[in-house]
């Protein structure tokens, strides 16, 4: 009993942190986004809010490199994980300090006051009950990256209410996006955080994450070997390394 009490405190403290790091920082980001040039300048403050959500939630992270290949500053990237918890929403963030990121993520998230606003600005929203909307999702995520930004995409398309999923299946939005604009795919899996932070409020404590980078995928002409080599790649880190 007392666990669960002190679990939703926990969980109380990251609403307070979200209001106040989203009153502070999110004006800049608000104003500097304005102007699409200006997305690299509010990129540092939406980095700054993903760090003080983490690590002001007691989370930490530890990298380990699954690659012999590097992240190249003068290219975009699509960016995947497995998704467990809301916490991995921060990680790809605090990952890619020099690549402005923008993700695409669920368009009821802009009903949220204060944050939805600012939200509007920063992602690619897609409406998954309609079907124009999933398809127009290439096509925004392509300016994005015309504009010098990668892209975040969880591409299990969201957590599994079954929660005895390790890792649920790959939907095509991340490969096929690679494929059409010639991006390549940086892969990471994140271990750790679905017993750390679930969507379970009752549950979950401040930890070290493990943050695996397994690989730079380069893109081809088939999204659906791309889709099968990230999944395969994903799956066997976490059974590997849970």
Same mark, same amino acid.
């Given at each position: 009993?007392?666990?669960?009490? #002190?679990? =939703?405190?926990?969980?109380?403290? @990251?609403?307070?942190?979200?209001? $106040?790091? &989203? %009153?502070?920082?999110? +004006?800049? *980001? ?70 402005? #990121?923008? =993700?695409?993520?669920?368009?009821? @998230?802009?009903?949220?006051?204060? $944050?939805? &606003? %600012?939200?509007?600005? +920063?992602? *690619? ?118």
């Amino acid at each position: 009993m007392v666990k669960k009490i #002190l679990n =939703y405190l926990w969980r109380a403290w @990251l609403i307070i942190l979200a209001f $106040f790091l &989203t %009153i502070i920082l999110g +004006i800049p *980001v608000y104003i500097l986004s304005y102007r699409k040039k200006n997305y690299k300048y509010a990129y540092k403050f939406i980095r700054l809010w993903c760090i003080g959500m983490f690590y002001g939630m007691g989370m930490r992270y530890e990298l380990i490199n699954l690659t012999h290949k590097k992240v190249d500053k003068n290219r975009q990237y699509v960016v995947i994980s497995n998704h467990t918890s809301i916490m991995d929403i921060m990680l790809p963030c605090i990952l890619f300090p020099n690549h402005p #990121l923008c =993700y695409v993520g669920k368009k009821e @998230l802009e009903k949220i006051p204060i $944050f939805g &606003t %600012i939200y509007k600005r +920063i992602c *690619v929203m897609v409406d998954r009950s309609s079907a124009r909307s999933r398809a127009d999702v290439y096509r925004r995520c392509a300016e994005k990256m015309e504009e010098g930004n990668s892209i975040v995409i969880f591409p299990e398309g969201g957590v599994p209410d079954d929660t005895t999923i390790v890792l649920d299946d790959f939907k095509d939005g991340a490969f096929t996006l690679s494929s059409k604009h010639n991006s390549p795919i940086a892969v990471f899996t994140f271990i750790g955080l679905k017993e750390m932070f679930p969507f379970d409020n009752s549950k979950g404590y401040p930890g070290k994450v493990k943050v695996f980078f397994n690989d730079i995928l380069e893109p081809t002409e088939s999204p659906k070997d791309l889709k099968t080599k990230a999944f395969e790649t994903i799956k066997k880190t976490l059974s590997e390394h849970r």
